[in-house]
T-cell receptor, first 116, second 111 residues
């Protein structure tokens, strides 16, 4: 139980293009989803928190217009990196929390983004 | 300041050599302490949630314990497949829905 998927698992794009990453909870309803970024040899950095049907709450220093988050249903959240640049290259990981999981987050497998 | 500190940063063990990883925290109103395992290039895998001091949880060769200031992840007779980065995180009053993560302990178990 508590399986979270992400798609794609990796993506390579040219500078200036936009990339969309999907995060799905497969066997539970995710009332809250989170998006993290992880640099090599570092821990997870929370980018934003989203609740189904509401606007995402972004962490300090994260550009809202660059990282667009949509949580349209209880099983799907998307992160769109707009006008991507090489410095946006990173490992992006989503997590989901169900209504009954009491703070426990279940993570997806991650998406490796490389911007050329 | 709310903090989560993990030690050691890296640990190398021989197969069968038991040890413990530490996670110390300074937060107000602990709501839960979480242990995850992360393999290279993958998302963290949930291991345990602990809610109150004195609580213990076990899974195969892993046992997590919690006090009012720290948590330990005990690894008994580890195998090479236990090699991974182990992350500790906390949820606390005033932190909303967020988890605050430590920087992890990179464990390598050798034959």
């Amino acid at each position: 139980g508590a399986v979270v998927s992400q798609h794609p698992s990796w993506v390579i794009c040219k500078s200036g293009t936009s990339v969309k990453i999907e995060c799905r909870s497969l066997d539970f309803q995710a009332t809250t989803m989170f998006w993290y970024r992880q640099f090599p040899k570092q821990s997870l950095m929370l980018m934003a928190t989203s609740n189904e049907g509401s606007k995402a709450t972004y962490e300090q220093g994260v550009e809202k217009d660059k990282f667009l988050i949509n949580h349209a249903s209880l099983t799907l959240s998307t992160l769109t990196v707009t006008s991507a640049h090489p410095e946006d290259s990173s490992f992006y990981i989503c997590s989901a929390r169900g209504a009954q999981s009491t703070y426990t987050q279940y993570f997806g497998p991650g998406t490796r983004l490389t911007v050329l | 300041e709310d903090q989560v500190t993990q030690s050691p940063e890296a640990l190398r063990l021989q197969e069968g050599e038991s040890s413990s990883l530490n996670c110390s925290y300074t937060v107000s109103g602990l709501r839960g302490l979480f242990w995850y395992r992360q393999d290279p290039g993958k998302g963290p895998e949930f291991l345990f949630t602990l809610y109150s001091a004195g609580e213990e949880k076990e899974k195969e060769r892993l046992k997590a314990t919690l006090t009012k200031k720290e948590s330990f992840l005990h690894i008994t007779a580890p195998k090479p497949e236990d090699s991974a980065t182990y992350l500790c995180a906390v949820a606390f009053t005033g932190g909303g829905n967020k988890l605050t993560f430590g920087t992890g302990t990179q464990l390598k178990v050798e034959l």
